[in-house]
């Protein structure tokens, strides 16, 4: 019978925006910053303990391509005794991600495992660099992108204009109200962009 998986800590970097103060950094630097910080507050967890740093990624290309959990992995100061994995679902990348972990551990395959996830949407442009759409799949309109999505749903749900306008203004005044209580200063980790500022809060 294999081990129960628990969570033990779960940080992020701020969620950075279209020409803001985060723009630039690459995508393995940003996530070895978190892993660094997860790693740092929890000392009770040793860096060799590690066995697998499974990373979810919808478009692991360009700079997050090349096995970018291994980078991770690496430039977190992780041993090399960690191996990294890429996990693609989408939207659902990183909740993937923390699946296998579990299911990992609960399987006795691991003990130990940190789960992530990274999407540089400013320097990857959506469909990645390359898409090469299937014919008849296109035809179908297999490949809709979110905001088509939305539409779809918004139609098919009967979602007005301005239902979601007032649900997208809760949703930043729950935001903003939670940065102001304190709630997310354990949370996410500042990141430092290569010595000029820190980003310690989302833009």
């Known amino acids: ?9 779960a940080v992020r970097s701020p969620i950075g925006v279209k020409n803001g103060e985060m723009v630039g950094i690459r995508p393995d630097d940003l996530a070895a910053q978190v892993v660094k910080g997860l790693m740092n507050r929890n000392q009770n967890v040793k860096p060799d303990q590690v066995e697998d740093l499974v990373m979810g ?3 692991p290309e360009g700079p997050q391509g090349m096995l970018i959990a291994r980078s991770v992995a690496t430039l977190a100061g992780l041993p090399n005794t960690v191996p990294g994995k890429v996990v693609n679902r989408f939207c659902g990348s990183a909740m993937d991600a923390l699946h296998q972990v579990s299911t990992a551990i609960e399987c ?7 789960a992530a996830g990274v999407e540089d949407m ?22 809709i992108g979110m905001g ?17 306008e007032k649900f ?3 949703s930043h005044k729950k935001a903003l109200a939670a940065w102001e209580s304190g709630h997310y200063d354990n949370e996410v980790v500042p990141v430092d962009m290569y010595g000029e500022i820190t980003v310690e809060k989302d833009e």
């Open 108 to 114: 006795d395959d691991i003990d130990v495992g940190i």
């Open 122 to 143: 400013f320097s990857i442009p959506p469909g990645g660099f390359a898409p090469d759409f299937h014919p008849d799949l296109a035809e179908q309109e297999y490949y």
């Open 57 to 59: 990624c919808a478009f």
């Open 1 to 9: 019978m294999g081990h129960k998986a628990v969570i033990i800590d």
């Open 168 to 170: 997208a203004i809760q």
């Open 148 to 164: 088509e999505t939305a539409e779809n749903l918004a139609n098919d749900g009967n979602i007005t204009r301005e239902d979601q």
